[in-house]
């Protein structure tokens, strides 16, 4: 069993920047896949950004150039760097593991409120 643990959501106006932080822990495979999801309201949830344990990242095009996904392999930690945050960030952000099986754990989330 895998625990997912977020932090570091917040208030913030536009422009500014929040960092997430996302804890896991429990067995895990050496090999696996660390994303960020985000859900607002009355949407469908939307990947935001993926990081492979060699680093490799992929961002979703509305985050793109904004938010820096990054991963510390040693302590099981993703970070999700946001900066330049808009209203339409405004969301409910999951940290998610992926093990090599395809299983995904998900954490209970953060919520991240951007005001104009």
């Known amino acids: 069993q895998v625990q997912l643990v977020e932090s570091g959501g917040g208030l913030v106006q536009a422009g500014g920047s929040l960092r997430l932080s996302c804890a896991a822990s429990g067995r895990m495979t050496s090999s696996y896949l660390m994303r960020w999801y985000r859900q607002a309201p009355g949407k469908q949830p939307e990947l935001v950004a993926t990081?492979?344990?060699?680093?490799?990242?992929a961002y979703a095009a509305s985050v793109e150039g904004r938010f820096t996904i990054s991963r510390d392999n040693a302590k099981n930690t993703v970070v999700l760097q946001m900066n330049s945050l808009k209203p339409d960030d405004t969301a409910r952000y999951y940290c998610a593991l992926v093990e090599t099986t395809g299983y995904i754990y998900r954490g209970q989330g953060t919520q991240v409120t951007v005001s104009s």
């Open positions: 990081i492979t344990r060699e680093s490799i990242t």
